[in-house]
């Protein structure tokens, strides 16, 4: 005989390995677990004050998202992203929100566009000072209402599962590489202009300038030269 409500609390409980992928990923993204930082199911034991399991399933959950990499018997640890490939990320993430855009500003509201257009005010200024925190927590709200806004779920969804790491590689390649602070500035004052001007095409253009799309392209096509 069905027990009444015990599908309902299922649903709600927090299962301990989600408690673990949740701190981990949270540690992993702020810096608190620093790249090629070991991860030590011991240590990680008394951290999170949970047994081996749920900690080995979330450690699983984010080696498959690409923040956690594994040898066996051998060393599992946060990825040490490579500095060369920034761009290939950049470019991953630019794909995502290329295909939201498409989807997503010819149905913008005028109040959701000033918002997205003050995010991006807020961007330049951070770009402008030359801060790199800010920066990237500046870029992280204004894609974030971006996707936000976007009337596919199922688009949300895989983006939510795949772009975090890509992001996180990005951040960890800018910090060693530097930033050019007047291109990016243009690159957003470029970006704002077209939003504010409800100018779709400027928009698409600038964000393909932002995520470099066309750079591997051009690059060939002057090796051609």
């Given at each position: ?76 640890r ?78 949300l ?22 930033i ?5 500035a ?14 779709s ?25």
């Amino acid at each position: 005989m069905p027990v009444p409500g015990v599908s309902e609390v299922r649903q709600t409980r927090v299962l301990a390995r989600d408690r673990a992928y949740g701190s981990l990923r949270t540690a992993i993204l702020d810096g608190t677990i620093r790249p090629g930082e070991h991860l030590d199911d011991a240590e990680l034991q008394a951290w999170l004050g949970m047994s081996k399991t749920p900690i080995r399933q979330a450690l699983h959950a984010l080696t498959i998202e690409g923040f956690v990499e594994t040898a066996a018997q051998s060393y599992t640890r946060v990825v040490e992203p490579r500095v060369e490939d920034a761009v290939l990320h950049l470019q991953t993430i630019g794909v995502f929100v290329l295909g939201v855009l498409d989807l997503t500003l010819d149905g913008l509201s005028a109040a959701d566009r000033d918002a997205l257009v003050a995010d991006v005010d807020r961007l330049i200024a951070a770009l402008e000072a030359a801060d790199l925190e800010a920066s990237l927590a500046g870029s992280q709200v204004y894609y974030g209402r971006l996707m936000a806004l976007c009337p596919n779920r199922v688009l949300l969804r895989l983006a939510e599962r795949t772009l975090a790491a890509r992001a996180f590689y990005v951040g960890v390649a800018y910090r060693a590489l530097g930033i050019d602070w007047p291109e990016a500035a243009q690159a957003y004052a470029a970006l704002r202009s077209a939003l504010a001007a409800a100018d779709s095409r400027a928009v698409t253009a600038a964000e393909r300038e932002i995520f470099r799309i066309d750079a591997l392209r051009l690059a060939r096509e002057e090796g051609h030269a």
